[in-house]
C-alpha cells in the first residue's frame, strides 16, 4: 500500500514541475547555456624564437579557473585571480606585474577592455619596442626611439591567459567582476575559465629550434605577392633597370586576431594598390624606360620574412621571381605609414632617403615635380631630418643589409618619430586613418613613379595630369580591409576570392605545408589571393578573340587565371607572382622544419630569432557562478550528519514499529 502511495506522489510532483516551468530545459545544452556565458574575445598566445618565448598561455595542461575582479579593486589579492583591466590602466598594470612580485604571483589571468574611447585622447598605447626590430637596422644607433611610446610588453613572456574582451563582452564581465567585490560575505562568486592551453607547453619545448624538431610548431610566414606593370616579357633579350615599389599586408598586435595595423602598415598598401590602378589606365607603357614592378611583401613584423626571402629567391633565381634579376633594381621605392592626417592639411609626407646621392638626387627630384603637379593645394613632401641615424623600421632595411649601396626611399607620414599613437595595437584601426591622406600619397607615389620610369626628354606635363587617382576605389579598398562591415565580404573582394573570413586580419599567420611558388589557395592568407587577383586584374593584358575562360592554370605560360575561386575565372596575360615569405633560416626536408646554421651571406640571417607559433587545441573562454569551498564543506559535512541522523532515526522508527506489531 505505502509503495503506492509513494508513486503516486513523485508522479504528481514531476508533472506539476513540468507545467509551473515555462523555460524548463529541453537538453543538456540549454542546461549549459544557462549555466556557462561564452565570452567573445581575442588571446594573446605564445610565440617563441631560437632565444625562448614570448607571448601568453596557461602556466600547465589544464584550463585556469579564477574568481574575477577589477584592477582597480584589486589593491591586495590574496588568491589567483583574473583581473579585468581598461584601456586606461594598462599601463599600471604591467608596471605593478613588473615591480610587486606578490601581485603577479596571483595573477592568474588577465581580461583587457578594447578601450576605443582612448582614441579620442592624446594618450596612446603601443606594446611594441621603441625602436622595432632594432637588430636588423644598418645603422650603430639602435637606441633611437622612433616609437617614444612603446612599451614593450607585446614581447614579453606571460604564464598566464590574456583576452581582449569584445564589446559585445564587455557588460556582462564588469558586472560580474563588480558583484564579486560587493558580495564578499556570500558563498559563491563569479569565475572566468580559460581554455588557453599551447602544446608547446605541454610538450615542455620551450623554443623554436626544440618545438619544431617536436612539431608542437609552425613557422610564421605567408606569401608575398609581386606583379609586373607592364607584363615582362620573359623571352626578351632586352631589360629594362626595375623601379621596385613595396607595400606590407602584415602587422602585429599583442592579440593575434586583432593585427589590424590600419595606419602601419595597411595604408601604404592601400596606397600602392590604388597607384597601381592609376597607372594601369595610362597610355604608352610599353614605351616607358624603365619597368614598373611592385611587390606587397608578408611577414615584415617579424624579422623581415617577406622581403628577406624574396631577395633570397632573387639569389636562386626560383621559379617564384622568374623574370626579374637582382643586379637590374634600380631604385626601391617604399610606400609606409601615410594614413595619418597633418595638422596643417591632409597631406605631410616625409622622404626617408638612402645615402647614394646621384639617385637620392633623382628621386628626390621626381617627388617634387610630382608634388607640384597634383590638383591639391595643401600636399607637402619634405626631405626626413638628417638628425636621424638613418631611415625608419622598413622592407628597405632588407634590401641594404644585401647591398649598401642601393637606392632607396620610404614615404612616410613621419619625420623623428612616428605620428602613429597606437603602433601594433589593436586600436590602429579605422578610426586612426584619414582616408584623404592615403588619397593624396596614392596620386602623389603614382605620378612620381611615372616620372622616374620616363625618358626625361619625354616627359610631359600633359602626359603627368592624366594620371588620375580612383578616390571611390581608395575608400572601397579602406572598408574591405580595415572593417568588419562589409569587410572582406565586400564586392570588391568577392569579385576575385571567396574569403575565408569576413573581419580583415592582417596577422601574418604560419606556412602549413611546403613553401611553393603555386600554393594550394587554402593555404594562402585571404588577402594575399586578394591582393595577387587584384594585381593580376589591374596589371594584365587581356587577348581578344579567344577563349579566356579559366578554372585554375592557363594553357599559355605568360598568361595567369584570375578569379578562379568564383567559378569565373579568366585568362590574362600577366606577370603576378607569389613568394613564399617565411625565415632564410629555415629549411622544409621530408614533411619537417629544419634550422639553418647562419650563413655569412645572410647578415640578417645572424640575428634572425627565427619566430614559430605554438599549436593549440582549442582555444576559449567562459564566466560562470561557483560555490565557495568552504561553503561546498560545509554543505557535505551537513549533508553527511543529515544522513547518519535519518540512519538512527529510521533504525529507531524501525524498532519502535516492529514492538507495535509484536503486541498486535
Not at 592624446?122 to 626590430?133: E, H, N, R, V
Not at 613568394?579 to 650563413?599: H, I, K, Q
Request: glycine share 6%; with cysteine.
Amino acid at each position: 500500500m505505502s509503495f503506492h502511495i509513494l508513486h503516486l506522489l513523485l508522479f504528481l510532483t514531476s508533472v506539476r514541475l513540468c507545467l509551473s516551468d515555462e523555460h524548463s530545459m529541453e537538453s543538456v545544452p540549454d542546461l549549459q547555456n544557462s549555466m556557462y556565458l561564452v565570452v567573445d574575445g581575442h588571446p594573446c598566445i605564445r610565440l617563441l624564437n631560437l632565444s625562448g618565448e614570448i607571448g601568453c598561455s596557461n602556466p600547465g595542461r589544464e584550463k585556469v579557473v579564477v574568481p574575477m575582479i577589477n584592477f582597480k579593486d584589486a589593491d591586495e589579492i590574496l588568491q589567483p585571480s583574473a583581473i579585468l583591466v581598461s584601456m586606461d590602466d594598462i599601463s599600471s598594470f604591467f608596471a605593478r606585474l613588473q615591480d610587486d612580485s606578490n601581485f603577479a604571483s596571483n595573477v592568474g589571468g588577465v581580461l583587457i577592455k578594447p578601450g576605443t574611447e582612448i582614441q579620442k585622447r592624446t594618450k596612446g598605447f603601443s606594446p611594441a619596442q621603441k625602436f622595432p626590430q632594432a637588430k636588423f637596422a644598418p645603422y650603430q644607433k639602435i637606441d633611437y626611439e622612433w616609437n617614444p611610446i612603446g612599451s614593450g610588453v607585446m614581447w614579453n613572456q606571460y604564464n598566464f591567459p590574456v583576452f581582449l574582451i569584445s564589446e559585445s563582452s564587455i557588460s556582462p564581465v564588469q558586472e560580474a567582476a563588480s558583484k564579486n567585490v560587493k558580495d564578499k560575505k556570500i558563498y559563491t562568486s563569479n569565475v572566468a575559465e580559460f581554455d588557453l592551453v599551447m602544446q608547446t607547453t605541454k610538450a615542455g619545448t620551450r623554443n623554436s629550434m626544440s618545438c619544431l624538431k617536436e612539431e608542437t610548431c609552425l613557422p610564421l610566414g605567408g606569401y608575398s605577392v609581386w606583379s609586373s606593370l607592364p607584363p615582362i616579357n620573359i623571352s626578351s633579350d632586352k631589360s629594362k633597370p626595375i623601379i621596385l615599389t613595396v607595400a606590407s599586408m602584415d602587422s602585429a598586435s599583442f592579440f593575434r586576431d586583432k593585427s589590424i595595423g590600419a595606419d602601419s602598415p595597411i595604408s601604404g598598401l592601400i596606397a600602392l594598390l590604388a597607384s597601381v590602378d592609376a597607372l594601369s589606365h595610362v597610355d604608352g607603357l610599353d614605351d616607358l624606360h624603365k619597368q614598373l614592378v611592385f611587390v606587397v611583401f608578408t611577414g615584415e613584423s617579424w624579422g623581415y620574412l617577406g622581403s628577406r626571402r624574396f631577395l633570397l629567391e632573387l639569389d636562386l633565381q626560383s621559379d617564384s621571381v622568374s623574370g626579374l634579376n637582382n643586379t637590374l633594381i634600380d631604385t626601391v621605392f617604399e610606400i609606409g605609414s601615410v594614413g595619418k592626417k597633418s595638422n596643417d592639411g591632409f597631406g605631410n609626407f616625409f622622404a626617408h632617403m638612402t645615402e647614394v646621392s646621384s639617385s637620392k638626387n633623382e628621386t628626390w627630384n621626381a617627388l617634387k615635380l610630382a608634388q607640384e603637379s597634383l590638383p591639391f593645394e595643401n600636399i607637402k613632401v619634405s626631405p626626413a631630418s638628417t638628425t636621424n641615424p638613418g631611415i625608419p623600421p622598413s622592407s628597405l632595411m632588407a634590401f641594404l643589409a644585401k647591398n649598401s649601396q642601393v637606392s632607396g626611399v620610404v614615404l612616410e607620414d613621419f619625420d623623428t618619430s612616428f605620428t602613429n599613437q597606437f603602433y601594433q595595437s589593436h586600436l590602429d584601426d579605422l578610426h586612426n586613418i584619414n582616408s584623404s591622406a592615403i588619397e593624396a600619397a596614392a596620386l602623389l607615389v603614382a605620378r612620381t613613379l611615372y616620372i622616374l620610369a620616363t625618358n626625361k626628354k619625354e616627359l610631359s606635363s600633359s602626359a603627368l595630369n592624366a594620371i588620375k587617382l580612383n578616390t571611390s576605389l581608395v575608400e572601397e579598398l579602406i572598408g574591405c580591409l580595415l572593417n568588419c562591415d562589409p569587410g572582406l565580404s565586400c564586392e570588391l573582394v568577392k569579385r576575385y576570392i571567396s574569403p575565408t573570413n569576413v573581419c580583415p586580419n592582417h596577422y601574418v599567420g604560419v606556412i602549413l605545408d611546403e613553401p611553393s611558388s603555386t600554393p594550394y589557395p587554402g593555404y594562402v592568407h585571404d588577402v594575399s589571393r586578394f591582393a595577387w587577383n587584384f594585381l593580376a586584374d589591374r596589371t594584365s593584358i587581356r587577348k581578344e578573340n579567344t577563349s579566356s575562360v579559366c578554372s585554375q592554370n592557363c594553357d599559355d605560360k605568360s598568361e595567369v587565371c584570375i578569379g578562379a575561386e568564383t567559378g569565373k575565372g579568366t585568362c590574362v596575360v600577366s606577370t603576378t607572382r607569389y613568394v613564399p615569405a617565411y625565415s632564410t633560416r629555415l629549411t622544409f626536408d621530408s614533411g619537417s622544419w629544419n634550422v639553418l646554421p647562419p650563413n655569412a651571406s645572410d647578415p640578417m640571417g645572424a640575428v634572425d630569432p627565427v619566430w614559430t607559433e605554438s599549436n593549440w587545441n582549442t582555444i576559449g573562454l567562459r564566466m560562470y557562478t561557483v560555490q565557495a569551498t568552504a561553503y561546498d564543506r560545509f554543505v557535505l559535512l551537513g549533508g553527511i550528519t543529515t544522513t547518519i541522523l535519518s540512519y538512527f532515526a529510521i533504525v529507531a522508527v524501525r524498532g519502535s514499529i516492529m514492538k507495535a506489531l509484536k503486541k498486535d
